[in-house]
């Protein structure tokens, strides 16, 4: 919110610098986020009196005699059309800064510092200057905009500084005001604050009007009181559409308004001084001297004041006259009853809209201003009516109208002040503060903030300002004084009074950061990828039209379509992540992400759905499918299981390089290569290796590792070479080798061999058996016993024979 | 037998002056001095001396086989040690060669700042909740005092998937979860992903939080403050102080922002602090009565406090990361860094 300081000086006397302002705002919540100097870049510009002037020939030139007062008569050269003997103008004398415009004398290209110089070879010791070059505009002051020279007024003095002369020397305040304030969302609102933390008496805006003649009745209906609690109207004719005074605009442009007509600028005044968004309708164009509040029907049309067209819904509040919507309530007037050059009658609109009925609408529709974004803050009826007052006052200041008796307040069931009594305990504030605030300096602060204060015995009884709505607790009073009574005045404890609690990571915690330990020792790095992405994504991976991955949950209203989708799979992302390392240049790269996939119960969704923490895994550059494994190998054991491999199929993957993990009878999920034919549609010219398994169904598998003593018998360690099917597994042979023999706690493969000196369809394959004893030592005979058992089994199951 | 021995003397001395390798040493060791060799033959045939010469000659024999010995045994030596040399210089290495390593990894830089944060409150007696991130518009908002028609609900630009049914905009949610199980003494932490629709070098559509909350007899703002000014310490270093101004959270009365002076510049200003000396960390306040009312927490009774930091926000000023995307792009050269 832009906040000028000569506009709060109406209001609070200040006499501590902009930048000391600032500094005692932030202390009392109030961020301002820029302070803005009007006139900063302009100096030593005075104002001049042309004395003489007379054309150079052949040229656009005047010379000029300029009487500078006190800095004396300068001769300047000057090619504005406007310049005479006998005007006064803004000179830039030699050393000023002033800015430097285009070919238009419109756009200002900079900063410019004025020498002396000779144009045509006459001498020039200064220049004359133009409204835009000293930066000021028609709303600033009169002729601004016109690109000859400014004329001033005679009454300015000869050599005065122009700064203060044309409101140069202003400071403009850009104010964060949070949503619990929306009362300071104005100039009043923050004068009010500016008073209390300054120890200042905030001076009201005066309201005051008198009613000068009778009028014909209007009639005011809300059929919406829900959303419309308050509507206040009052008419006023014999209207004069007219430019405004230059005090009125210069105070729109100070805030970034322009100026329309004397009617327009004080709602738009109002809005900015007393935060009450107002409205004036051509009365005229009122059918049936009737407004009705009430939401719109549905396809009901209207065109706001800017041409727009908009086709409203039930959900959209309207003002309407007794036939048609007149205004979107809150948001915009419309074209159809807006103030005209012609218009001689008028009926001012102040009101209370619901904030969330006005945001939606504003919203849904896509149409805001400064009005739909004060009344979806918040507006307070203590506001509305005062605004109303102030509204016919400037009618009658100005001179542009007759305020005439009819004044029609609709208060609904609805309708509320925030005026309340409370009594709260300076006691239990001081407990929740953790700090002793005086009692009487609580009551000067209070004060200070136009609360209205009893003391009685421990407990104040208060009296809340009526626009203050946000005040709803002790607590609200606690924190009125602490930012009053200075933060600096917190102290830090630590919680002298709080039991001791045992603090810590669960056990699951302990073992997410165990994984990511062990990860990190692997050489894996650690990626976080957005919890969403697109459709596309799972097309990109084969995923099939029926697959459960396409199961997925949709946000409603997504940033875009790429971020559209809760993921049900971390695989998109992590082939996503790894194309765009290859692209980067980076060649390789072992990348793991543990994160969460959505699984909706039910679509639509109706209840919150499950979030499994899955853990994915992507290898690029020089890997190998047995790379990939020895990692998942390195996480089963350092949680004391053994993965189960078995080959299988899955849309993203090599089908001859894809195995399904699997613990005891749980499937945790895939590891193997990316498709080569997608990796060909990416262009990733490094295979990549994939692994995506359910962290959730693993970490319930996890075992805590058991000490066992050491055998007190030695190990035995037989090596057997064995012929099998090209087809048969090493992990079938695996396991029938355990079940042959109980004593076996180690298989070991060491050599694969395929080729004519085992057959044709044959591989040989190379174990290390080891045999732990467990009473009693082995004898050799034993262990013989133990292969030939073995032996047997292979033979009988599996088709193999002893090389 | 002086002449034989003086000529086997000789013999053994020439024998020996070009012998290089322990290998020719070892035969002609065994030449002279083996079972059957020229010296022991010689010994042998000390039964052919007279009786009365056979100590004179025993000590001859046995001077001649200690000198070989002696002999020998010096040229051993440095023959071994001329090979020890040489096997050295034939094994000798570059040491300046690459070792051969086993790459380290790295954690993502959240997981570093959330242990931190953890390690520093699970000190101060704080254990970890992690709620759900699709949460209810109740959770969410409505029972931390953000009701439907609440401005503030605009602050946070939120993700929806039914009316109803939201991605968390707030770590917050997981604080009402928690009282509504568990009574005072509260002390959590949780932290977790969050979402809003925002996206720019500061903002992501996807960020993470950490929340913590206090709730007992008798917390005040003061306690709010000690906590946080050890945090600062401890995440930012000795020496750097916080500073509490007032702000607004629906959930919270009175409301503070957070600011940490600047552990760049000591509080000077910087281009960290932009000029300012502080820099802002994190929202916090006492916990709003409504909301412990709305979680059957007698207000009355028990007070306390929040506070919620962005874990990004801590990272990107901890390593002096200047672009959010950064963080969730995967690039390996950004990841590497991040050894922990």
Same mark, same amino acid.
């Given at each position: 919110?832009?906040?000028?300081?000569?506009?709060?000086?109406?209001?609070?006397?200040?006499?501590?610098?902009?930048?000391?302002?600032?500094?005692?705002?932030?202390?009392?919540?109030?961020?301002?986020?820029?302070?803005?100097?009007?006139?900063?870049?302009?100096?030593?510009?005075?104002?001049?009196?042309?004395?003489? +002037?007379?054309?150079?020939?052949?040229?656009?030139?005047?010379?000029?005699?300029?009487?500078?007062?006190?800095?004396?008569?300068?001769?300047?050269?000057?090619?504005?059309?406007?310049?005479?003997?006998?005007?006064?103008?803004?000179?830039?004398?030699?050393?000023?800064?002033?800015?430097?415009?285009?070919?238009?004398?419109?756009?200002?290209?900079?900063?410019?510092?004025?020498?002396? =110089?000779?144009?045509?070879?006459?001498?020039?010791?200064?220049?004359?200057?133009?409204?835009?070059?000293?930066?000021?505009?028609?709303?600033?002051?009169?002729?601004?905009?016109?690109?000859?020279?400014?004329?001033?007024?005679?009454?300015?003095?000869?050599?005065?500084?122009?700064?203060?002369?044309?409101?140069?020397?202003?400071?403009?305040?850009?104010?964060?005001?949070?949503?619990?304030?929306?009362?300071?969302?104005?100039?009043?609102?923050?004068?009010?604050?500016?008073?209390?933390?300054?120890?200042? @008496?905030?001076?009201?805006?005066?309201?005051?009007?008198?009613?000068?003649?009778?009028?014909?009745?209007?009639?005011?209906?809300?059929?919406?009181?829900?959303?419309?609690?308050?509507?206040?109207?009052?008419?006023?004719?014999?209207?004069?559409?007219?430019?405004?005074?230059?005090?009125?605009?210069?105070?729109?442009?100070? +805030?970034?308004?322009?100026?329309?007509?004397?009617?327009?600028?004080?709602?738009?005044?109002?809005?900015?001084?007393?935060?009450?968004?107002?409205?004036?309708?051509?009365?005229?164009?009122?059918?049936?001297?009737?407004?009705?509040?009430?939401?719109?029907?549905?396809?009901?049309?209207?065109?706001?004041?800017?041409?727009?067209?908009?086709?409203?819904?039930?959900?959209?509040?309207?003002?309407?006259?007794?036939?048609?919507?007149?205004?979107?309530?809150?948001?915009?007037?419309?074209?159809?009853?807006?103030?005209?050059?012609?218009?001689?009658?008028?009926?001012?609109?102040?009101?209370?809209?619901?904030?969330?009925?006005?945001?939606?609408?504003?919203?849904?529709?896509?149409?805001?201003?400064?009005?739909?974004?004060?009344?979806?803050?918040?507006?307070?009826?203590?506001?509305?009516?005062?605004?109303?007052?102030?509204?016919?006052?400037?009618?009658?200041?100005?001179?542009?109208?007759?305020?005439?008796?009819?004044?029609?307040?609709?208060?609904?069931?609805?309708?509320?002040?925030?005026?309340?009594?409370?009594?709260?305990?300076?006691?239990?504030?001081?407990?929740?503060?953790?700090?002793?605030?005086?009692?009487?300096?609580?009551?000067?602060?209070?004060?200070?903030?136009?609360?209205?204060?009893?003391?009685?015995?421990?407990?104040?009884?208060?009296?809340?300002?009526?626009?203050?709505?946000?005040?709803?607790?002790?607590?609200?009073?606690?924190?009125?004084?602490?930012?009053?009574?200075?933060?600096?005045?917190?102290?830090?404890?630590?919680?002298?009074?709080?039991?001791?609690?045992?603090?810590?990571?669960?056990?699951?915690?302990?073992?997410?950061?165990?994984?990511?330990?062990?990860?990190?020792?692997?050489?894996?790095?650690?990626?976080?990828?957005?919890?969403?992405?697109?459709?596309?994504?799972?097309?990109?991976?084969?995923?099939?039209?029926?697959?459960?991955?396409?199961?997925?949950?949709?946000?409603?209203?997504?940033?875009?379509?790429?971020?559209?989708?809760?993921?049900?799979?971390?695989?998109?992302?992590?082939?996503?992540?790894?194309?765009?390392?290859?692209?980067?240049?980076?060649?390789? =790269?072992?990348?793991?992400?543990?994160?969460?996939?959505?699984?909706?119960?039910?679509?639509?969704?109706?209840?919150?759905?499950?979030?499994?923490?899955?853990?994915?895994?992507?290898?690029?550059?020089?890997?190998?499918?047995?790379?990939?494994?020895?990692?998942?190998?390195?996480?089963?054991?350092?949680?004391?299981?053994?993965?189960?491999?078995?080959?299988?199929?899955?849309?993203?993957?090599?089908?001859?390089?894809?195995?399904?993990?699997?613990?005891?009878?749980?499937?945790?999920?895939?590891?193997?290569?990316?498709?080569?034919?997608?990796?060909?549609?990416?262009?990733?010219?490094?295979?990549?290796?994939?692994?995506?398994?359910?962290?959730?169904?693993?970490?319930?598998?996890?075992?805590?590792?058991?000490?066992s003593p050491l055998s007190k018998f030695p190990e035995a360690v037989r090596d057997?070479?064995?012929?099998?099917?090209?087809?048969?597994? +090493?992990?079938?042979?695996?396991?029938?080798?355990?079940?042959?023999?109980?004593?076996?706690?180690?298989?070991?493969?060491?050599?694969?061999?395929?080729?004519?000196?085992?057959?044709?369809?044959?591989?040989?394959?190379?174990?290390?058996?080891?045999?732990?004893?467990?009473?009693?030592?082995?004898?050799?005979?034993?262990?013989?016993?133990?292969?030939?058992?073995?032996?047997?089994?292979?033979?009988?199951?599996?088709?193999?024979?002893?090389? | 037998?002086?002449?034989?021995?003086?000529?086997?003397?000789?013999?053994?001395?020439?024998?020996? @002056?070009?012998?290089?390798?322990?290998?020719?040493?070892?035969?002609?060791?065994?030449?002279?001095?083996?079972?059957?060799?020229?010296?022991?033959?010689?010994?042998?045939?000390?039964?052919?001396?007279?009786?009365?010469?056979?100590?004179?000659?025993?000590?001859?024999?046995?001077?001649?086989?200690?000198?070989?010995?002696?002999?020998?045994?010096?040229?051993?030596?440095?023959?071994?040690?001329?090979?020890?040399?040489?096997?050295?210089?034939?094994?000798?290495?570059?040491?300046?060669?690459?070792?051969?390593?086993?790459?380290?990894?790295?954690?993502?830089?959240?997981?570093?700042?959330?242990?931190?944060?953890?390690?520093?409150?699970?000190?101060?007696?704080?254990?970890?909740y992690e709620g759900p991130e699709i949460e209810n518009d109740y959770y969410n908002?409505?029972?931390?005092?953000?009701?439907?028609?609440?401005?503030?609900?605009?602050?946070?630009?939120?993700?929806?998937?039914?009316?109803?049914?939201?991605?968390?905009?707030?770590?917050?949610?997981?604080?009402?979860?928690?009282?509504?199980?568990?009574?005072?003494?509260?002390?959590?932490?949780?932290?977790?992903?969050?979402?809003?629709?925002?996206?720019?070098?500061?903002?992501?559509?996807?960020?993470?939080?950490?929340?913590?909350?206090?709730?007992?007899?008798?917390?005040?703002?003061?306690?709010?403050?000690?906590?946080?000014?050890?945090?600062?310490?401890?995440?930012?270093?000795?020496?750097?102080?916080?500073?509490?101004?007032?702000?607004?959270?629906?959930?919270?009365?009175?409301?503070?922002?957070?600011?940490?002076?600047?552990?760049?510049?000591?509080?000077?200003?910087?281009?960290?602090?932009?000029?300012?000396?502080?820099?802002?960390?994190?929202?916090?306040?006492?916990?709003?009565?409504?909301?412990?009312?709305?979680?059957?927490?007698?207000?009355?009774?028990?007070? =306390?406090?929040?506070?919620?930091?962005?874990?990004?926000?801590?990272?990107?000023?901890?390593?002096?990361?200047?672009?959010?995307?950064?963080?969730?792009?995967?690039?390996?050269?950004?990841?590497?860094?991040?050894?922990?």
């Open positions: 919110m832009k906040l000028p300081l000569s506009w709060l000086k109406d209001y609070v006397d200040i006499d501590i610098s902009a930048e000391e302002l600032q500094t005692k705002l932030f202390g009392c919540g109030f961020e301002v986020e820029e302070l803005i100097q009007t006139g900063k870049d302009i100096s030593g510009v005075v104002v001049g009196e042309v004395i003489s +002037c007379e054309p150079v020939e052949g040229t656009h030139l005047h010379v000029c005699k300029v009487d500078c007062g006190a800095h004396g008569v300068k001769q300047i050269c000057c090619g504005a059309d406007n310049v005479a003997a006998g005007i006064k103008a803004p000179v830039a004398l030699v050393g000023a800064t002033v800015y430097a415009t285009g070919k238009d004398h419109v756009t200002i290209e900079g900063v410019m510092t004025i020498k002396k =110089g000779k144009l045509r070879g006459i001498e020039s010791e200064g220049m004359l200057c133009s409204g835009v070059e000293i930066g000021v505009n028609g709303d600033m002051f009169d002729g601004g905009d016109y690109c000859g020279l400014l004329l001033l007024p005679e009454s300015f003095e000869n050599g005065a500084d122009i700064k203060p002369l044309l409101g140069l020397d202003d400071y403009i305040f850009d104010i964060a005001v949070t949503a619990n304030r929306p009362d300071c969302q104005s100039v009043t609102g923050m004068a009010r604050e500016v008073a209390a933390v300054l120890g200042k @008496k905030f001076k009201e805006p005066d309201c005051s009007y008198t009613v000068e003649e009778k009028g014909e009745k209007v009639a005011v209906k809300i059929i919406a009181p829900d959303i419309c609690p308050r509507y206040i109207a009052h008419y006023v004719k014999n209207v004069r559409p007219a430019p405004s005074p230059l005090w009125l605009r210069r105070r729109l442009a100070l +805030c970034g308004l322009r100026s329309i007509n004397n009617l327009v600028d004080i709602t738009n005044f109002i809005l900015l001084e007393m935060g009450q968004p107002m409205h004036a309708f051509d009365c005229a164009k009122l059918e049936g001297r009737e407004i009705v509040v009430r939401r719109a029907v549905k396809d009901e049309e209207i065109v706001t004041l800017d041409g727009k067209s908009f086709k409203l819904s039930a959900d959209n509040l309207v003002i309407c006259d007794g036939n048609k919507p007149c205004a979107l309530a809150g948001i915009m007037g419309g074209e159809n009853s807006e103030i005209t050059e012609q218009t001689s009658e008028l009926l001012f609109e102040s009101a209370k809209f619901a904030r969330d009925s006005v945001r939606k609408t504003a919203r849904a529709l896509g149409q805001h201003s400064d009005s739909s974004a004060l009344f979806e803050k918040g507006v307070n009826e203590y506001t509305t009516e005062k605004a109303m007052g102030r509204a016919l006052h400037l009618i009658q200041k100005l001179g542009c109208g007759v305020v005439t008796d009819v004044h029609v307040d609709v208060k609904t069931e609805y309708s509320h002040d925030g005026a309340k009594e409370m009594t709260v305990s300076l006691k239990k504030i001081n407990a929740l503060l953790g700090i002793e605030i005086p009692a009487e300096t609580a009551v000067t602060i209070l004060r200070s903030l136009n609360f209205g204060v009893t003391v009685k015995d421990d407990s104040l009884v208060l009296q809340i300002p009526a626009y203050r709505e946000d005040i709803d607790g002790y607590a609200d009073i606690a924190e009125e004084l602490i930012r009053e009574y200075g933060y600096e005045h917190v102290k830090g404890t630590f919680m002298p009074s709080a039991l001791i609690t045992n603090g810590g990571y669960s056990e699951e915690q302990k073992a997410e950061n165990r994984l990511k330990d062990n990860f990190a020792a692997l050489g894996m790095y650690e990626i976080s990828t957005y919890s969403f992405y697109s459709e596309k994504d799972l097309d990109m991976l084969h995923f099939a039209d029926g697959a459960p991955e396409r199961n997925f949950i949709k946000i409603k209203n997504p940033i875009g379509e790429d971020l559209s989708v809760m993921r049900t799979t971390l695989a998109p992302s992590m082939v996503n992540t790894i194309v765009r390392n290859l692209r980067r240049g980076n060649t390789e =790269g072992k990348l793991y992400e543990l994160a969460k996939i959505y699984l909706p119960r039910e679509l639509p969704l109706e209840n919150l759905p499950e979030e499994r923490q899955m853990l994915c895994i992507g290898m690029f550059g020089g890997y190998t499918f047995f790379d990939i494994k020895g990692v998942l190998e390195n996480l089963a054991d350092s949680l004391n299981i053994k993965f189960g491999y078995a080959p299988a199929q899955k849309c993203y993957m090599h089908p001859g390089i894809c195995a399904e993990i699997s613990c005891g009878d749980v499937i945790l999920g895939y590891a193997g290569r990316l498709d080569p034919q997608i990796c060909e549609e990416l262009a990733m010219e490094k295979k990549a290796f994939i692994a995506e398994l359910d962290y959730d169904k693993l970490k319930t598998l996890a075992q805590p590792f058991k000490y057997l070479a064995l012929v099998a099917d090209l087809n048969l597994t +090493c992990g079938e042979v695996e396991k029938e080798i355990f079940s042959a023999c109980k004593y076996v706690t180690e298989v070991k493969l060491f050599d694969i061999y395929v080729g004519r000196q085992v057959g044709e369809g044959k591989k040989s394959m190379a174990f290390n058996l080891t045999f732990t004893p467990k009473d009693e030592a082995f004898t050799p005979e034993r262990i013989d016993g133990f292969i030939k058992k073995i032996l047997g089994n292979l033979k009988r199951n599996l088709n193999i024979e002893l090389r | 037998m002086q002449d034989k021995i003086d000529q086997l003397k000789k013999k053994i001395a020439d024998a020996i @002056k070009d012998v290089h390798s322990s290998d020719s040493l070892f035969q002609i060791k065994m030449k002279y001095l083996g079972k059957s060799g020229e010296v022991s033959e010689l010994m042998k045939g000390m039964r052919d001396v007279p009786k009365e010469k056979r100590p004179e000659t025993g000590i001859i024999i046995n001077a001649l086989k200690s000198w070989a010995e002696d002999q020998f045994g010096k040229l051993d030596k440095s023959i071994k040690d001329r090979e020890l040399k040489k096997l050295y210089a034939a094994e000798a290495v570059d040491v300046t060669l690459p070792g051969n390593t086993c790459k380290n990894g790295a954690y993502h830089p959240n997981t570093l700042v959330r242990r931190e944060l953890i390690s520093v409150f699970a000190g101060m007696g704080f254990t970890v908002f409505t029972a931390l005092n953000t009701p439907a028609d609440h401005p503030a609900r605009d602050m946070q630009d939120t993700f929806y998937i039914t009316d109803n049914l939201l991605l968390r905009t707030q770590t917050s949610a997981g604080q009402i979860r928690v009282m509504e199980k568990q009574k005072p003494p509260i002390k959590i932490l949780s932290p977790g992903k969050v979402y809003r629709s925002d996206d720019d070098a500061t903002h992501s559509p996807m960020f993470s939080q950490m929340e913590g909350l206090v709730v007992d007899r008798g917390i005040t703002l003061c306690d709010l403050k000690g906590m946080l000014d050890e945090f600062a310490r401890k995440i930012f270093g000795n020496g750097v102080k916080t500073r509490l101004r007032p702000s607004y959270f629906p959930f919270t009365e009175p409301s503070v922002e957070v600011d940490v002076s600047c552990f760049e510049c000591g509080g000077k200003g910087c281009r960290l602090c932009k000029g300012t000396g502080w820099i802002e960390v994190l929202g916090a306040g006492m916990v709003n009565r409504r909301v412990l009312e709305g979680c059957g927490i007698d207000p009355e009774e028990y007070s =306390g406090f929040a506070f919620g930091m962005g874990i990004e926000r801590i990272a990107m000023l901890k390593y002096g990361i200047n672009n959010m995307k950064l963080l969730f792009e995967g690039d390996t050269r950004f990841l590497k860094q991040f050894k922990g």
